[in-house]
């Protein structure tokens, strides 16, 4: 619906802001679109754009273990390492070494979305050096999930100043396939931010008259070496004992009590009890009879980038942001950590001396410890090529990058050096060096990166 400079739009949406550093999100949702654009008499504009919708998911990326000469299938995981998650369709982003992958039998790789698994073809042969990170969507269809989305601009000659706000959040008071009893939620109050691992028992005692076409389990204590385990769950038919039911879900091999039964034929899958590797000390299952709980959670972020090129070569832009993530909205406790910032600020000059261009930017920009982004807007190859594989994300981290850059017809060079601070025990810099020249009509390429990275405490 539209009416002059105003629009108003309802169904299916894409929400992506413009010309923001730290805020990067790309969401497809339902819900209400509206627009307007002023134009003042000085030829300044004001331009609004407001969304809010019901939201499908939540954004991830992960870093793949891989094993030797498998191809897979790869689990993927929420960000309280959930198992049971639907991928949402279309929505990841498979990158091998840095390099995108293309989904497809006959390309790269093939995703279950109901599975959460991704497993890779014949056309990339995987092998335990492959860095492999999927970015992806998904649902854990715990709690309805609202978005709300700001972007205003002002734009005046060379100056623009733009407002980013995006707020996404759970309703605690709305589940869908997860119902929270009294118990449950005292359990998330008193948690705080240690929502990680929180399940509860499936174990459900039935009586006779409950018993229709379920699987049914029994307990008993059984003895392996001279350890007692209690409790373990026995398939059982025998309706003159005591019985019960479980739902069991997939916590990750090795990190169960009970596998899938195949020696029973039962109405739907059961499980059988494997005991523990007593040498190892390790345990042999896949499956716990348990559900994670999951806690609802709320997060923003609101940016300011600004944007000034007075002209003569010379250009600025600064970005400003502020988050605020609440991972569990059921308690009061650990909120002092939710706020954190960020910010940027670059400087550049363009000039041409006698047919040569030279272009020079410097940029400095500074994550607190506690910024929480909706999506990652450096590159996968950063934490490799800054080898911060070990270090702990969410870390106070400072960037300076000076790159100057010199081309005309006949060459093109260019020299980039970055200097990164990373919490307080690692400090690195990289200096790059490219350059390409063309002498009739032959090219020489060469290009040469020299990277000393230090660390200290």
Request: zero cysteines; glycine letters at 6%.
């Amino acid at each position: 619906m539209k009416r002059r400079n105003q629009s108003l739009s309802a169904g299916d949406l894409q929400l992506k802001p413009d010309n923001t550093y730290f805020l990067k999100y790309f969401k497809k949702y339902k819900g209400f679109e509206y627009k307007n654009q002023t134009t003042f008499f000085n030829k300044s504009t004001f331009d609004t754009r407001l969304s809010t919708a019901i939201a499908r998911g939540n954004y991830k990326r992960q870093s793949l273990e891989i094993s030797e000469g498998n191809q897979g299938p790869y689990r993927l995981t929420g960000n309280q390492n959930e198992v049971l998650i639907i991928i949402l369709s279309g929505s990841e982003k498979v990158y091998l070494d840095g390099m995108p992958l293309v989904r497809g039998f006959d390309h790269d790789y093939v995703i279950d979305y109901n599975r959460g698994e991704i497993t890779f073809t014949a056309r990339r042969i995987i092998n335990r050096n492959a860095r492999i990170v999927v970015e992806f969507e998904y649902s854990n269809q715990s709690y309805l999930k609202s978005a709300i989305s700001l972007q205003s601009k002002y734009s005046h000659g060379a100056f623009s100043i733009q407002w980013n706000s995006y707020v996404e959040g759970d309703n605690k008071n709305s589940n869908n396939f997860q119902t929270l009893s009294l118990e449950d939620k005292i359990h998330l109050a008193d948690a705080g931010d240690r929502i990680s691992g929180i399940t509860k028992s499936t174990i459900q005692q039935k009586n006779f008259t409950n018993r229709s076409n379920e699987i049914y389990y029994r307990k008993i204590d059984t003895q392996i070496n001279g350890r007692i385990y209690k409790n373990v769950l026995l398939l059982s038919s025998d309706h003159t004992a005591q019985l019960y039911t479980a739902q069991f879900a997939y916590v990750g091999k090795g990190n169960g009590n009970y596998i899938v039964d195949n020696e029973h034929f039962t109405n739907g899958r059961s499980y059988a009890w494997i005991p523990p590797d007593l040498a190892k000390n390790t345990l042999q299952g896949e499956y716990e009879p348990s559900v994670s709980i999951v806690a609802p959670g709320k997060k923003s972020m609101h940016s300011l980038h600004v944007d000034y090129t007075p002209g003569n070569g010379f250009y600025t832009n600064a970005d400003i942001a502020l988050s605020d993530y609440n991972m569990n909205l059921f308690s009061t406790k650990d909120k002092s950590n939710d706020v954190g910032s960020a910010f940027r600020q670059s400087i550049g000059y363009i000039t041409q001396i006698n047919k040569i261009n030279w272009s020079n930017e410097i940029s400095y920009e500074s994550l607190s410890d506690q910024f929480n982004l909706f999506e990652q807007f450096r590159n996968p190859e950063f934490t490799r090529n800054w080898n911060l594989q070990t270090i702990l994300q969410n870390k106070k981290n400072n960037l300076f990058n000076y790159s100057t850059k010199l081309n005309s017809k006949n060459f093109d060079v260019k020299y980039n050096f970055q200097k990164l601070q990373y919490g307080e025990q690692y400090s690195g810099n990289i200096n790059d060096f490219d350059g390409k020249i063309s002498l009739n009509k032959t090219t020489f390429q060469a290009y040469q990166s020299v990277r000393l990275v230090s660390f200290f405490e």
